[in-house]
């Protein structure tokens, strides 16, 4: 038995409808309050450590840079500890934007050891847990899927400006937009595969396809409401192979409508227990530390195969007589 919990960055509680989107909202939802950084709106880089951690980000420390990209980057982390003494704001974000644009970078790839060294627990602690593409929870800086390498080379589809009115903007919108949904099937799948394989007692997916793909439909020209279907299409496949006792837990860090964040984020569940607790961000890892305690979720080892009476002569013949054997 499994607890699943799927990261939707940006899933917006205004947006979903049950009717048109069963597997957003699951058997139960409601809108949760989130946390606005110190540009004036919620900030996945920061948000997410939240969630797992269960702290503001005052407290476990990884905070945004001014302008919506990440200061704690590989290319910048040895000055980032003066850079708020020495840079001035719209210099940061001009920096932080250039990288975006311009670089290989990621700003959402703190290695794991970061908590530890900063005597900080997270969700994953003391259980058979597997972290898939959490932003800024990285188990192996090596360890890259088709999102990460996509979101590495969104320069090339996407411009980001914190001084224009929209600050993303994709030359081709369509082919952004698929490689958006791109990033969001990897995920998923992903996330099945590791329900699937019943070794985990928590198996914690991310995806930011539908964030990236709502910010370049800043003039609502439909592309975030096909995302909303298609992902609900994707995650009923995730939910349809939950077995008995397994539950899904789908968390957003907050909204996004006309191109920009939202101050509301979502929870939804198959277990009304789960979400009924959740009013915040900062209750997502208690939900879920306590649905693990209540419930065993120890990992069932899949059955042994045994072959059948015949000890497996009927197959044996069979590849004879095609020549296999």
């Not at 069963?22 to 997410?48: C, F, M, V, Y």
Request: aromatic share 6%; with cysteine; proline share 6%.
């Amino acid at each position: 038995m499994t607890v699943v919990v799927l990261g939707l960055d940006a899933l917006d509680p205004d947006i979903v409808d049950p009717d048109v989107h069963p597997n957003l909202t699951l058997s139960h939802h409601r809108s949760i309050e989130t946390i606005d950084s110190a540009a004036g709106e919620p900030a996945t880089h920061e948000l997410w450590p939240t969630i797992i951690t269960g702290l503001p980000p005052a407290d476990h420390g990884l905070l945004l840079g001014q302008g919506g990209v990440g200061w704690e980057n590989p290319l910048l982390r040895h000055g980032s500890t003066v850079a708020d003494y020495v840079i001035p704001d719209g210099l940061q974000n001009r920096i932080g934007a250039w990288i975006l644009n311009n670089t290989e970078m990621d700003a959402f790839r703190t290695p794991a050891t970061y908590y530890e060294n900063n005597g900080l627990s997270t969700v994953f602690d003391g259980v058979e847990s597997v972290p898939i593409g959490v932003p800024n929870y990285v188990l192996d800086p090596d360890d890259e899927d088709r999102e990460h390498q996509l979101r590495q080379r969104l320069g090339e589809y996407m411009d980001f400006d914190p001084d224009a009115e929209h600050t993303h903007e994709a030359a081709d919108r369509g082919e952004f937009y698929e490689k958006c949904l791109e990033m969001v099937m990897v995920r998923i799948a992903r996330t099945r595969r590791a329900l699937r394989g019943h070794r985990h007692e928590l198996v914690f997916g991310y995806t930011s396809g539908l964030d990236l793909v709502g910010h370049i439909d800043y003039d609502g020209t439909g592309l975030q409401a096909r995302a909303y279907e298609e992902c609900n299409d994707f995650v009923g496949e995730l939910r349809a192979d939950l077995g008995p006792g397994d539950e899904l837990l789908i968390v957003s860090d907050h909204g996004l409508q006309d191109g920009m964040h939202t101050h509301e984020a979502m929870v939804a569940s198959t277990d009304g227990t789960l979400v009924e607790t959740i009013d915040s961000v900062t209750d997502v890892r208690d939900a879920i530390e306590a649905e693990l305690e209540r419930t065993d979720h120890t990992p069932a080892p899949r059955e042994r195969y045994e072959p059948g009476g015949d000890g497996g002569e009927a197959v044996r013949d069979q590849l004879e007589d095609l020549g296999y054997m």
